[in-house]
């Protein structure tokens, strides 16, 4: 433990609680990251679509575009060795069942700052008009997520902050001096100021086995499809806004691009309450089937975007997909931030996009001046 015990212990080593686990150490405290996986940044941070968002994604939720937007040049500045934009970013808005109308998106974008501009003939030709109402060139990047997992590992060994594989955070008890006691599943103990549960699916596995109340989630079994692009598309991502649509972007750590789809991602669902028995949702992952959907998804995305079937499936990234039940509503990804009612010294802590990370700075800040 470098000779020193900790005064944080950060549950889960994912890149929200790599960063929290720096940000504090900048504050002056000493945080320990409890990973149960094997590596750091090997779950969600790792699977999921590798967008750095700038708020084009958000039409329907202006606090969350608007984040976004200031959220996305921060990002990029901090993360530059990591970050993909040798890409052209093309958005579009369908005919049809869209939730916005082209004039809406472009309005929307111009309210928060979010750069905008028609797209050449070359691209527009690509798209079914009868589908799709307009498209336009965005400015938007992407993640090499292996890139940013050695930049992880590089920030916290240069602060001397430890980390344990391959372990778990179990429960957290009150403490004397509202401090809490942590165990974890190696036997270890500490008497902490506080704990991060970072853990992102795994958020009520600490919750029950601290004998606290759930948070209410919602959990999907998502399917992004790796493929290889057509010569046409080469060079390009492309978002179908706003409704049962497809995206694909590059996955630079595998040299391929994902293909997500509104309809098609999520293969089930299930929903944690408060009342209900904890179901591990790591254990519910593995036992479950993994058929892909990418012939589904193709089949839809040609449509509105014919070249596109001549995509070809290499491989499938799943994983537990989690989300706050009232972002169904506007498709917003507000962050979670909370600490738990029964045990103040606990902060659960979510967030459903990675540049989230700047808000939670903002949250913690509150907490250690004091603020209620």
Not at 68 to 76: A, D, G, I, L, P
Not at 199 to 221: A, C, M, R
Not at 316 to 332: A, C, H, I, M, N
Request: proline share 8%.
């Amino acid at each position: 433990m470098n000779g020193r015990e900790p005064d944080v212990v950060i549950a889960g080593g994912g890149f929200f609680g790599c960063s929290i686990a720096l940000m504090l150490h900048r504050r002056g405290l000493k945080p320990l990251v409890v990973e149960a996986g094997p590596e750091l940044l090997g779950r969600a941070s790792r699977v999921n679509q590798a967008r750095v968002h700038g708020g084009y994604h958000y039409p329907r939720s202006l606090m969350t575009a608007y984040r976004s937007r200031h959220n996305y040049e921060r990002f990029r500045d901090t993360y530059r060795e990591a970050i993909v934009d040798t890409f052209t970013k093309v958005y579009a808005v369908g005919r049809l069942f869209s939730k916005v109308s082209a004039g809406q998106f472009e309005l929307f974008m111009k309210r928060i700052g979010a750069p905008l501009k028609p797209a050449p003939d070359k691209i527009a030709r690509l798209f079914n008009p009868v589908l799709t109402e307009a498209s336009w060139i965005a400015e938007e990047c992407a993640f090499d997520c292996a890139i940013l997992r050695q930049r992880c590992h590089r920030d916290l060994e240069e602060a001397g902050i430890p980390v344990k594989l391959g372990t778990r955070v179990v429960s957290a008890q009150p403490a004397t001096d509202g401090l809490a006691e942590v165990r974890l599943d190696d036997g270890s103990e500490y008497r902490v100021k506080l704990v991060v549960n970072a853990t992102y699916s795994g958020l009520n596995l600490l919750t029950s086995g601290s004998g606290l109340p759930p948070i209410p989630l919602k959990h999907e079994l998502a399917e992004m499809a790796l493929v290889e692009l057509p010569p046409d598309l080469d060079g390009l991502s492309v978002t179908m806004m706003c409704g049962p649509f497809f995206s694909f972007m590059p996955y630079p750590s595998r040299g391929l691009t994902t293909l997500s789809h509104v309809r098609y991602t999520p293969h089930l669902q299930w929903f944690e309450k408060p009342g209900e028995k904890p179901i591990d949702p790591y254990q519910r992952f593995e036992q479950l089937s993994k058929r892909s959907h990418f012939e589904y998804m193709v089949g839809d995305a040609s449509r509105y975007l014919p070249v596109l079937r001549g995509a070809v499936h290499r491989d499938s990234l799943w994983e537990v997909k989690t989300l706050l039940p009232q972002t169904e509503v506007d498709d917003g990804r507000p962050i979670l931030f909370r600490r738990d009612p029964g045990l103040p010294a606990l902060i659960h802590v979510m967030g459903g996009k990675i540049d989230n990370i700047f808000d939670v700075e903002d949250e913690l800040d509150s907490v250690l001046s004091g603020a209620p």
